[in-house]
């Protein structure tokens, strides 16, 4: 078989028409492929991967043709048609092999799916860089999704730090799985795929029997039916088959039960032991307890369970709790040996010593330099000196001096007739001020233009950015990705730039507002075809 060699086959089924075709259809962990009969050179084959199937059909009973379909999300079709020749019953077995199977993967990949699709909406929400861009390229269809996010988006630099949260429980999901009649006095349960991972997170127990039973011993279809004939899904159901599966579970939900209550309570009330018949003392002489046993023990049933359920729910509060404080005493460990310290220092002020004993008593003169500090002494020059003592004539000669020894430094002054002739040009109505009339660039464009223009600048520079960032090409796989991303700039800039060009010109807009961005893409254009020819090619 062709494809990838390790990938596991979990059914071959020979005998399986596609397209008139007879062949052999092949389940694998990833895939479902079909190759028709004959050599490999000349062999027809088809194959979907699980992420791309949106759903199974198959054909309703009764019908001649034994036949299987998988939907993809484009919403086209491939139709597998058995053809056991050990007649129908041998088709349908062959048939609902592969419907059970594909029940159980397509569930898991499209959660695969919805978590990849929540983690490109969240990028796309926190980048409005990316958003842009994705609009420009995917909406205006220049490139398919696929390649964007392969090639223009590195999902590794947008990983998120944040705590993951679990997948909680719904309330009273139990009683929202409606049975439905098959017309045969029947009833048909459709579990969805989070009804199952709730039942399994509820009950341990029965993760533990799915995990043992389910696909060794039995289908999960069997599994499932034995589960909704089990004491989890009828209340009334007080004794326990021999061959039943979930007899032991019952035997460790009582125990667990018991512990808890004994853990929790000092005096623990038996609500547990569904054996035990009440007594008149226990109605205190006011209810008669004349009913059978069979009454009785079925209500307790139902009382232990909910009881079950609120401590699963209280356990798994308790157990987030312990999660969270474990996290904020590790972030508060570095600082424990300093709380520990301060423990110390105020244990050791409370000794009596240090209260019996009494400082020296302090006599200020200048309480202000007591509560506000000395203030600096500040040097006085010479002239302030002569101006504190009033020596008029002192400061009067050396007043004089100064001015003797005075000279001006004109080693940096610009040549006179230089500066002349810059004041003449600045002056209004000179040669270079000719234009100072022209109004704001923003006034001028069309306002109808003006988010187009940012929106293109911004789609431009992000995908300049990774473009530039994928020189030089280290293997052929990197060079196809440089090649698609080198006709994608071109495409985006005959159908945004040129187009925006154009009808600006028509316009009569007399700015050339897209120069900027010319420049931009034949320089980033130039750039591979530079590259190119070191290569030796053209």
Request: hydrophobic share 35%.
């Given at each position: 078989?062709?494809?990838?060699?390790?990938?596991?086959?979990?059914?071959?089924?020979?005998?399986?028409r596609c397209k008139k075709m007879d062949g052999t259809l092949y389940v694998m962990s990833e895939r479902i492929s079909w190759i028709s009969k004959g050599r490999e050179k000349t062999a027809t084959s088809i194959s979907h991967n699980y992420v791309d199937i949106k759903t199974q059909k198959i054909s309703s009973e009764g019908k001649a043709k034994v036949q299987l379909q998988v939907v993809l999300h484009d919403d086209s079709s491939t139709t597998f048609h058995f053809t056991n020749p050990g007649g129908q019953e041998a088709q349908l077995r062959d048939r609902d092999k592969v419907k059970e199977e594909l029940s159980q993967l397509l569930p898991k990949f499209g959660q695969k799916i919805s978590a990849e699709l929540e983690k490109k909406k969240k990028i796309l929400i926190e980048n409005p860089q990316i958003y842009q861009l994705y609009n420009d390229l995917?909406?205006?269809?220049i490139l398919s999704a696929e390649d964007f996010w392969k090639n223009f988006v590195n999902m590794e630099d947008y990983k998120s730090t944040s705590k993951s949260q679990k997948t909680g429980v719904a309330q009273g999901f139990m009683a929202n799985i409606c049975p439905k009649s098959d017309g045969t006095n029947g009833l048909v349960y459709n579990l969805s795929y989070?009804?199952?991972?709730?039942i399994l997170k509820t009950y341990p127990s029965v993760k533990i029997k799915y995990n043992q039973n389910v696909p060794s011993r039995m289908s999960e279809q069997d599994f499932w039916t034995k589960f909704f004939q089990s004491f989890?899904?009828?209340?009334?159901?007080?004794?326990?088959?021999a061959d039943d599966i979930f007899k032991e579970c019952a035997l460790k939900l009582d125990e667990e039960l018991k512990s808890r209550a004994q853990q929790i309570l000092t005096e623990p009330v038996d609500i547990i032991d569904s054996q035990k018949v009440l007594s008149s003392d226990d109605g205190f002489g006011l209810t008669d307890f004349t009913t059978s046993k069979a009454s009785n023990l079925s209500k307790q049933n139902l009382i232990k369970r909910y009881n079950y359920y609120s401590m699963r729910v209280l356990n798994s509060m308790e157990e987030n709790s312990i999660k969270e404080d474990s996290n904020k005493m590790s972030k508060n460990s570095s600082g424990s040996n300093k709380i520990r310290l301060l423990d110390d220092e105020i244990k050791d002020l409370e000794k009596e010593e240090f209260g019996t004993l009494r400082g020296a008593a302090l006599n200020l003169k200048h309480i202000d330099r007591y509560f506000y500090a000395p203030k600096t002494v500040e040097k006085e020059s010479q002239t302030g000196k002569m101006l504190k003592n009033k020596d008029k004539k002192s400061l009067c000669q050396t007043t004089l001096q100064q001015f003797q020894e005075w000279s001006i430094d004109i080693q940096k002054v610009s040549n006179p007739s230089l500066a002349i002739s810059i004041l003449v040009d600045l002056s209004p109505g000179s040669q270079l001020m000719q234009t100072n009339n022209v109004q704001n660039l923003r006034d001028e464009v069309p306002k109808q233009y003006q988010e187009e223009i940012k929106s293109i600048y911004v789609s431009s520079c992000e995908m300049l950015k990774t473009y530039h960032c994928m020189f030089p090409p280290k293997n052929s796989e990197q060079e196809l990705k440089l090649k698609l991303a080198r006709d994608t700039l071109k495409t985006f800039y005959q159908q945004k730039?040129?187009?925006?060009?154009?009808?600006?010109l028509k316009e009569n807009f007399s700015w050339n507002v897209t120069g900027h961005l010319e420049n931009m893409f034949k320089i980033a254009l130039m750039k591979y075809n530079n590259w190119k020819s070191k290569q030796g090619t053209v």
């Open positions: 078989m062709s494809g990838n060699s390790k990938e596991e086959i979990i059914h071959q089924i020979e005998n399986v995917v909406v205006g269809q989070d009804d199952k991972e709730s989890y899904f009828r209340k009334d159901q007080i004794n326990l088959a730039i040129m187009v925006l060009k154009d009808q600006l």
